[in-house]
């Protein structure tokens, strides 16, 4: 059972534009929703990170909106860069153990 | 900053080999994690310790153990390694509570299984 369905698989941007990347959540427990960027050959490293009590939260160009009801959030890269090329995983946890389980990652490229 | 080591970047292993893959933080984190990555399937939990000597199943344990015998350190190990175990592995450290959610990860040890 995939708890963090994430979308899409992969996605293509021209700089300057919006990338958006959606993720969509099972368990109800979940209170604690990070992101983490991953460039190759790096370890996943946390971007920005969202509690169910707030809907937006920004930080630079990157943006967190939260729809606790439908129990999906997603991650907007405003005026996106080539630097931002990577693969992003959206996370939850909560329910007392806190353990993050992962979305399945996208892949991001940003064209010049 | 938070740094964690793991021991080797690339591993080559031959099938039924015993492959350690070791894992150092410098954080005094109490939890620790191994994942593994695969292309397309994201980052699936292995095994996890929130103590030194304490561990806890994730959702692939099948053909690994860990130990943890010191809180910085943190050891996967394939008892008998098969080709299907071919793939990135990751190591992780976080602090207690909700901050749990927030993992500091390793460059990862690409292993390959022949």
């Known amino acids: 059972q995939q708890q963090v369905k994430q979308s899409p698989q992969s996605l293509i941007v021209q700089k300057g534009g919006i990338s958006i990347i959606n993720c969509a959540y099972e368990?109800?427990?979940?209170?604690?929703f990070p992101w983490y960027q991953q460039f190759p050959g790096k370890g996943p490293a946390l971007l920005i990170a969202?509690?169910?009590?707030?809907s937006e939260k920004k930080e630079g160009r990157f943006t967190i909106s939260f729809n606790k009801s439908a129990k999906q959030f997603s991650l907007h890269i405003m005026d996106s860069q080539p630097g931002d090329s990577a693969t992003y995983f959206c996370?939850?946890?909560?329910?007392?153990?806190?353990?993050?389980?992962f979305g399945r990652g996208t892949s991001l490229i940003v064209h010049p | 900053d938070v740094k964690v080591t793991q021991s080797s970047r690339y591993l080559v292993k031959r099938t039924g080999e015993k492959v350690f893959l070791e894992c150092v933080q410098d954080m005094d984190h109490e939890n620790m994690f191994w994942y593994r990555q695969d292309p397309g399937l994201g980052l699936r939990l292995i095994y996890f310790s929130y103590d030194v000597k304490m561990k806890e199943k994730g959702d692939i344990p099948e053909g690994y153990s860990v130990s943890r015998e010191k809180k910085e350190r943190f050891s996967l190990i394939l008892e008998s390694a098969s080709t299907n175990q071919t793939s990135m592995y990751l190591c992780a450290s976080s602090l207690p509570g909700v901050r749990k959610t927030e993992a500091f990860f390793g460059q990862g040890t690409r292993l390959t299984v022949v």
């Open positions: 996370a939850g946890g909560g329910g007392g153990s806190y353990i993050p389980t």
């Open positions: 969202i509690r169910p009590d707030v």
């Open positions: 368990n109800t427990a979940f209170d604690y």
